[in-house]
């Protein structure tokens, strides 16, 4: 019985999230703004694609971001970057925040399968010697945090790009 309740455990922790919105509020991150095509997006608005899926996740037509968000240092984002994708600024990140919405601050449609557990994203923007920005997208809201902390990646590159 412990068993099956740790695995039932395990199995709620990678669930797909779902945010709390105030629909009475009009959205600053509305589906209308991006352009999706499979596993990216395409911002009109901050001419910028990014992959919607976090690291460690793939994106399968008609599932979704399938797979489990992979935690990592900002030394291990940053080693992510390759073949045009790179980690995003801290300015860059703060356009994908919705702020009607909450746990996690983002439009799902665009971005779905977050891990409740796992809303802390790196950007690239360094806050001294030992601290890096992470955006908070349980509230929507940027911190700052040791390097060595574990936190989660989602992929950027400039302009429209299209496939993958």
């Not at 240092?73 to 300015?91: F, I, L, Q, Y």
């Not at 990140?93 to 971005?111: G, Q």
């Not at 779905?112 to 796992?118: H, R």
Request: net charge negative; glycine share 8%.
């Amino acid at each position: 019985m412990t068993a099956a309740l740790l695995i039932a455990g395990a199995v709620a922790s990678v669930a797909p999230v779902r945010a709390a919105c105030d629909v009475d509020r009009p959205s600053r991150t509305p589906s209308s703004r991006y352009a999706i095509d499979g596993g990216e997006v395409y911002d009109k608005k901050s001419d910028l694609t990014w992959k919607r899926c976090s690291v460690g996740q793939r994106w399968k037509e008609g599932a979704g971001c399938v797979g489990v968000i992979k935690p990592m240092t900002w030394d291990e984002a940053k080693k992510e970057a390759a073949d045009g994708w790179r980690v995003p600024s801290k300015d860059e990140l703060l356009t994908l925040v919705s702020p009607t919405c909450h746990n996690p601050a983002i439009n799902e449609e665009v971005f779905p399968d977050m891990e409740l557990d796992k809303l802390w994203y790196w950007t690239s923007s360094e806050n001294g010697a030992f601290l890096a920005w992470l955006v908070d997208f349980a509230q929507g809201h940027p911190e700052s945090y040791d390097r060595t902390d574990t936190g989660t990646l989602r992929l950027v590159r400039d302009g429209q790009h299209s496939g993958g």
